[in-house]
Nanobody
Framework: QVQLVESGGGLVQAGDSLRLSCAASGRAFSTYTMAWFRQAPGTEREFVAAISRNGGSTYYAISAKGRFTISRDNAKNSVYLQMNSLKPEDTAVYYC?????????????????WGQGTQVTVSS
């Protein structure tokens, strides 16, 4: 069992940067694959980025590649999403997700644990 709490969202202008954080409670954080998804109004929740248990492998949606960086600190039970060169189309609620066994990191249903989300708004 793990509980996830996101933070770091806010209102920024296009071209700005934000760093989202996700703090996990519970034991064995290092055994969870972690991911970020986002959901804009009227759309389905979509994959943004994922990171393997030891941080050795990272995965990105095409929209995030080159601008976003996912990282984790297992000693702090935390995962991060550094977002640079933000665009208005990045506006969404960003969710942290976790699961101990993930076969396809981009698939929403693979993740059993979710945070409450943090709002990111990018103005043009």
């Amino acid at each position: 069992q793990v509980q996830l709490v996101e933070s770091g969202g806010g209102l920024v202008q296009a071209g700005d940067s934000l760093r989202l954080s996700c703090a996990a409670s519970g034991r064995a954080f290092s055994t969870y694959t972690m991911a970020w998804f986002r959901q804009a109004p009227g759309t389905e929740r979509e994959f943004v980025a994922a990171i393997s248990r030891n941080g050795g492998s990272t995965y990105y949606a095409i929209s995030a590649k080159g601008r976003f960086t996912i990282s984790r600190d297992n000693a702090k039970n935390s995962v991060y999403l550094q977002m640079n060169s933000l665009k208005p189309e990045d506006t969404a609620v960003y969710y942290c997700a976790a699961n101990s066994r993930v076969l396809e990191v981009t698939r929403l249903r693979e993740y059993g644990y979710w945070g409450q989300g943090t709002q990111v708004t990018v103005s043009s």
